[in-house]
């Protein structure tokens, strides 16, 4: 299965999940680098279809990515998005990093956070703009922490 297939199929996949759960909705498609970004408008059914601490969302991306894997589609990185859900928290995660990365400055200790792997690359890309500031994670899977430091530390 071809790009352009891969993402039609994502979609539809998408569509046909939805609607199981009564959720007819038309969701829109795009690609980036090796990644289908697929769009779910928003509804009443949004708490539902993110769930709790995005379980729900995650596990929607996992089986559409299975699908395409088994399918051997050329793309199978799929990130799903409900009504902006990923964009606005990326946006309230960069507005908390640089809080973080304040106080680190300011007192000159570093800041250790646990976060899921989205929301500290997150953190990596602001931190990234400050030359004096270096991030780094540690630990395997939900352990996995992130550390914001001073680069001279």
Known sequence: ???EESIRFAQKYL???LSFFGANLA????S???VIELSVPSSEMN???????????RSLQYIVSTVLRNKEAELVRVNIDIADYKKQRADRIAKQAKEWIEEVR???DSKIVNLNAADRRVVHQ?????????TFSEGEGRDRKLTIAQAGS
């Open 126 to 134: 602001v931190a990234s703009e400050y030359g004096d500031i270096r």
């Open 15 to 17: 569509e046909d999940l």
């Open 47 to 57: 708490s539902l279809l993110i769930g709790r601490n995005a379980d729900n969302l």
């Open 27 to 30: 969701v829109s498609s795009t």
């Open 106 to 108: 300011r007192t000159g």
């Open 1 to 3: 299965m071809n790009k």
């Open 32 to 34: 980036s680098d090796d």
